[in-house]
């Protein structure tokens, strides 16, 4: 099986200058953990809701907290994505996508064309998703 079988296409995607408070909303809205950021098709990075979460931490002091989540929620994309990411091939099989997810514990993988383009993005919830159907469909 390869990774096309099992890839989401449909990628909400952001853009380098897309503000980090958008980006959570966003995710939010689509109950995802990441999002590619895209300028002219090419991927550039990637935005987690941990990304995020990390910018966001808790302070003792609650004011500082709050201007801390305002100044972060401000920030763009391109000031805190990842940018250079772990890509993976529609061609690739889905255990090489294993492979990266057990070695780099990742949960997210970026499905690219042979020009950079970016056609999906694999989860490990689409991994075990089929997982299950196989499962199932062997039991029957």
Known sequence: MIVSEIM????????????????KKVLELHKCHHIPIVEDDKLMGIVSDRDILKGLSPTA????????????????AH?????HVTTIS??????????IFLEMNFSCLPVLGQSGELLGI?????????????????GA
Do not use: C, F, H, Y
């Not at 609650?62 to 763009?76: E, F, G, P, S, V």
């Not at 529609?90 to 492979?99: G, S």
């Open 8 to 23: 989401t296409t449909e990628v909400i995607t952001a853009g380098m200058d897309d503000t980090l408070g958008g980006i």
């Open 61 to 76: 002091d609650l004011t500082i907290a709050d201007n801390r989540a305002l100044k972060t929620l401000k920030k763009k």
């Open 79 to 83: 000031q805190i994505m990842t940018r």
């Open 90 to 99: 529609a061609a690739d099989t889905i255990e090489r996508a294993v492979a």
């Open 122 to 138: 694999v989860t490990k919830t689409d991994l075990l998703e089929r997982l299950v159907v196989e499962s199932a469909a062997v």
